[in-house]
């Protein structure tokens, strides 16, 4: 994540409160989780490299937030943010979610689980996504918390295992992926994908841009920027249509074309997903 719009004076994401701690037989010591309900205020948030896998459903009124592009975050929509991760962004909204924090312990004690290494215990960055068994998870978590734990920690080891083993089967570190782009490299990249949006991009070419293949490609770029190509292209496509919308001189259609989509249902469709806004709105709001 990086930072592209202004904001107020940067704050430190803070810390989630103590869910408890679970046991695993023949594993030694403790294995931590933690859940809280959070809400994130207006302004910049400077988040320090992760000691545990954050993972974050929203819960409250959409909000907005920019990280590389502005986003529009509904209830159910999740992030995931692996150990080691760190970067900024900027609430534009208050943002209310549910927040639960996983030790690098736990994940361990899954692949082990799994029948997996422990070198194989690591998460992929994800953000704005939806996954209904997350979403089941994560307020059973809450519920027991809010009810002070009646069920014991038998009941939350349960689910704790239960969320790391789905985040290690849908979620996993890609494997393939050794080291990271340069800043150099990264704007390479994001400088030809925002100077052909209105062409068909194609992954073999930004891929020959950096020299490695497809599928290294696809790593890296999730690794680098937090998300995958085709979600990034989306959404800088649906920055450049409001930014003609608003400016009011091109018709929807054509602003579809000049953005990149195939047509202006497209537009509309991934515009409604991203803004929470028709384009027609938005064309509305510039005259």
Known sequence: MDLRDGASAPRA??????????????????????????????G????????????????GPSARMTCHVRQRYSSGDATLLPAGFSGSWVEEEP?????????????????????LPPERAGLTPQHRFRDARIEHIVHALEADRTA???????????????????????????????????????????DYIESHLDKNLSLARLARLVEVSTSHFRALFKRSLGMPVHQYVILRRVERARALLQEGTLPISQVALE????????????????LGVTPKALA???R
């Open 13 to 42: 994401a803070s810390e989630v409160g103590d869910l408890g701690t679970a046991r695993h037989s023949g594993v030694p010591g403790r294995v931590g989780l933690r859940v809280e309900p959070r809400t994130e205020p207006r």
């Open 44 to 59: 910049r948030v400077e988040l320090a490299p992760l000691t545990e896998h954050l993972l974050s459903v929203h819960v």
């Open 95 to 115: 943002r209310r979610s549910l927040t639960v924090r996983l030790a690098p312990a736990l994940l361990r004690l899954a692949a082990e689980d799994l029948g």
């Open 148 to 190: 002070a734990r009646p069920n014991g920690r038998l009941y939350t080891e349960g689910l704790g295992l239960a969320l790391a083993v789905h985040l290690l089967n849908h979620y996993p570190a890609p494997r393939e992926v050794r080291g990271q782009w340069s800043a150099r490299q990264s704007r390479e990249v994001t």
């Open 259 to 274: 953005a990149g989509f195939s047509h202006q249902s497209h537009l509309a469709r991934c515009m409604r997903r991203v």
């Open 284 to 286: 509305r709001g510039a």
